[in-house]
């Protein structure tokens, strides 16, 4: 795999990803007072799907196209006017952005995403150590005053940025793994500071799925991390069983709000259906953790 996300925007790991993102922050909405997202691998934030990297790839053509034109790819997929509304709501707001008048041409990174659905009192911290993505998240958000970009290790900056003044919020880990399995133990002593600061926070973390067994010691590490609701959340379009290709990826939101679960169980239901390769995408979502609220 090459790790820089413009070969894969868009893609259906994407799908689950920012579905996911989008859930958590309409969750914050449901109250007035301001929330923060903090974006530890933030990336260059919007990425052209007409571009060389994206090219070379085009796994978007099986992720978010399909839920485009899902009868280009089975005739039993629903009509994209029939999606839940959560993915409808999703999709709309990526053929929104400017640029995409005339069809999907651009895919937004987290960041863009998560600025476009907050609201004006809600703030954005986005950190990426590549200088190259760094300056273009700069430009990208020069002009918002909500958002505020920091050029260096995410990992380091949640020391400084936690608890956000605002007290309420939402913390999204997408690392690239190039650290392959390594990358899990970093999570785990990035996660376990974080929860010690600002205990109350919403934390997110993205996974790629390639064999099973990769992955268990970090669920497992989830279910012992003192959080009172861990919910995790996957979508596979290959078997789990194989190093050499993106099989599936997941979702683990600690601190998750209340009912996130009857949330997502629809639009995982139809990713299934809509992305699904040479045979039938499969799907879990379960509490790993939860309190008598957690439904």
Known sequence: MNYRHAYHAGNFADVLKHTVLLALIEALQAKPTPFCVIDTHAGSGCYA???AEAGKTGEYKDGIARLLFPDMH???ATHTGALPPLLRRWLDAILALPGNEDGLKLYPGSPLQAANAMRAEDSAQLCELHPEEATRLRELFRNDHRVHVHERNGYEALKALLPPKEKRGLVLIDPPYEAQEAEYRIIEQA???ALQRWPTGVY???YPIKQRSQV???LRWAQRSGSRRVLRAELLVHP???P???NGSGMVIFNAPWKLDETLREPLRAMSRLLSKERPATWHLDWLMTDSTGG
Do not use: N
């Open 49 to 51: 799907l007409d571009s």
């Open 74 to 76: 089975q005739t039993d």
């Open 191 to 193: 996660l376990k500071a």
């Open 204 to 206: 997110a973390v993205w």
């Open 216 to 218: 268990q010691p970090f």
């Open 240 to 242: 789990d069983d194989s």
């Open 244 to 246: 050499l290709r993106l």
